[in-house]
């Protein structure tokens, strides 16, 4: 599997992917808004198809997609979610 970053990084960090979950049944997933119009509509799509098949989902939303979400957000996220997706839409 190749990532791709996109910042303008002049030397990107070496990064690895994490696990797959082995099951969603069960599974916290996170749900990251940028704060991007229709992101949201998006993610309720995305929540609905998760919760059926057993996901329990949890909402977040960053102040602006034009910064990074701030550390207590990310700190929230990481604590508390098995796996997170982010939402991008205009």
Sequence with gaps: MELLDPTSEAMPEGRQPLPRLSQIDGAVIG???IS???GNVFLDRIEALLNEQGA???RFRKPT???VAPDALR???AGSCDAVLEALAD
């Design 36 to 38: 991007k119009p229709k």
């Design 75 to 77: 700190q929230e996220i």
């Design 31 to 33: 749900l990251l808004d």
């Design 65 to 67: 997609f034009t910064r």
């Design 56 to 58: 329990i989902t949890k």
